[in-house]
């Protein structure tokens, strides 16, 4: 079974490179982030036609997850139960199904912006929010996993220059101190494997030549229980899709499992 994780940032301007990428990379479960779309005008019946399901969590502007399948999609769960609220709004940030064997999470953490920013504190309990959603299926015996967008780098290997990020969030002790409360949740990172270069990074901004020079970050997240650990067979990045026109600024996460 593959399953795979990718910010896309805006589903509509990034469809025909999902599509293909799709149809040739034999994926079975794809945890999508960014969508920045609703769920009407999510591309249901495109995916269908490749005979994918989708289970969609949109409301449009910057947010929006998603899960696709072609092993089945049931017992759909959108947001965190008790979920945080930023200005008033549970933003659509988290979707879980069971896709045949395995049990999947795809999640688009909040940025937070910047260390005492409000939105850093809406970061920080959302973690928390998350934690407590993901506990029971962490100790189950079925395979589960959370995959997306974490806007965390877990250690100073994962991003290109760890003095440039000083006093900048994804790098803060708080935000890297809410993923190992993940991992003593029961959930291991599962750390893919890079295709070129030394460090498996994720994200690249568009600015600066950042791509070309790989100054990049390990942002996009795999963690799975004990069960979906011990199934993995090997991960990788897929740093292709991060080339050429009209790329997203995150590349694919990739897990293949023995189950």
Not at 74 to 98: F, M
Not at 106 to 118: F, I, K, L, T
Not at 228 to 242: L, N, P
């Amino acid at each position: 079974m593959r399953i795979a994780t990718w910010n896309v940032n805006s589903i509509t301007a990034r469809l025909p490179r999902l599509l293909a990428w799709l149809e040739n990379s034999g994926t079975d479960v794809l945890c999508i982030q960014e969508t920045k779309t609703t769920e009407e005008q999510f591309p249901s019946d495109e995916l269908r036609e490749l005979g994918y399901e989708s289970a969609v969590h949109a409301t449009g502007r910057w947010n929006g997850v998603a899960l696709v399948s072609r092993v089945g999609l049931d017992d759909v769960v959108k947001g965190l139960p008790g979920g945080p609220e930023y200005e008033g709004v549970q933003e659509p940030r988290a979707i879980a199904a069971t896709c045949g064997p395995v049990r999947a999470m795809s999640v688009y953490v909040p940025n937070g912006r910047e260390p005492g920013h409000a939105h850093y504190a809406y970061k920080l309990q959302w973690f928390e929010a998350l934690k407590a959603a993901v506990a029971s299926d962490a100790a189950a015996t079925r395979p589960f996993a959370v995959l997306g967008d974490f806007n965390v780098a877990p250690t100073d290997d994962d991003v290109w220059d760890r003095e440039f990020f000083e006093g900048q969030t994804h790098v803060t002790p708080p935000e890297r101190a809410a993923l190992i409360a993940l991992q003593e949740a029961g959930l291991t990172d599962v750390v893919p494997r890079p295709l070129k270069y030394d460090h498996p990074f994720t994200y690249w901004d568009y600015r600066q030549l950042c791509f070309p020079k790989n100054r990049g970050m390990r942002i996009d997240l795999v963690y799975g229980n004990d069960p979906f650990a011990k199934a993995v067979k090997d991960s990788y990045v897929d740093r292709e899709e991060r080339k050429g026109k009209g790329a997203s600024d995150h590349a694919p996460v990739v897990v293949d499992l023995d189950i």
